[in-house]
């Protein structure tokens, strides 16, 4: 369970990145005004939800006619986002990897992919989807010269543990890590461990619960 | 926020996926007995949580030794598990479905990755990784021939409100969407929407506060 060095809810601060997706592609299509119930439904939520929980970032509104989406998108930025793009590193290019740069690559988001690392040879001074992919040997001075705060783990769940010094040691401050091995770093570096299985575990459970409720209503 | 058909809270059954796996890998390593405070450890979490989550799903041992590894494996299987495993399917096979794919292939999980569906000619009537794909337009069909009753979206976002229909007329009863589009389904179908977005910004914006902490205390 990962812990927020503020006072605002781990899931606040999800909803607040899901509701500004949302609210960019309002933006694209021409809306300017968006109303809680809407926006809530949009999330499969109640808008007493999303009322509380733009009320507990300081956001209040004329709300005859709805939010304003532009208006609320940018106080949402304000929140989440640095007054500078963030600099982003990816361990590990294989699939995963590969996958989650080609889905930030050109998102416009505030968070830049800058550089990949890996060890294998094919792929060492390469360029993926116009990221340069360095050598692991390389970490700590690419991460200190790139200015990259944040690293993806996406390498196999057997090295993982091999990692924590380099991170330590280059100076990253957050860390989602997509192996099997949770990274457990001195405080003052946050990570968010995010296992798939754990995901596809939890859906598997809740089929089987409806399955044996529809059982025994039968 | 997924809504958990039955009593026990949405995190202790991710918690419980997690501590089984942790347990595998003890058992697998020989050691027979673990106290709560070790397997707390192991996750970063506290011994009472670990307790309480042993409750609430009814477990209770001789904490003399510490619980039995195998025994516990066993009691978080016969909750998370059904009896005969289970057939699940993937949406898209890019970068990410393959690296789940992957991921998921030989893990000896109770969760079976059986098919795969596209629509690119070079990917349709293959085998990637030992699993067939095959093209979306048979999706109903092999679903119900092959007895899944899970997908794993992994689909361009675009893409991704056009399967609603498909999933639903499949009978499909969980889906683990990564798509940056909320699918929402009827009742009785499990969704868990997850995107990769949201758990990047929770990270910057924790390093943002992070700092912001730090400079303030300077």
Redesign the interface.
Known sequence: ??S???GIP??T??RL??YR?TLLACHRQGITHIFSHVLAG????TAVQVRRDLMLIGFSSDTKKGYDVKVLIDFISR????DRP?N?AVIGM???G???T???NG?G???RITAAFDVDPAKVDTTIDNIPCYHMERFERVVEEGDI??V?V?SPTKVAPDLVVPIINAGI????NFT?T?L?MPQ?I?V?N??????????????????E?ENNNN
């Open positions: 369970m990962a927020i060095p503020s781990e899931k601060i999800e990145s899901e997706r949009m999330h499969g939520i929140i989440l986002d640095s963030v982003v294989g699939h995963l590969q996958a989650i080609k889905y930030f998102k988001l505030n968070l705060s944040i993806i996406s401050k957050g860390v989602l099997s949770r457990n003052g946050f968010e995010y296992d798939i299985t754990t995901l596809l575990e939890k859906v598997a459970y809740c089929v089987k619960e409806a399955e409720n």
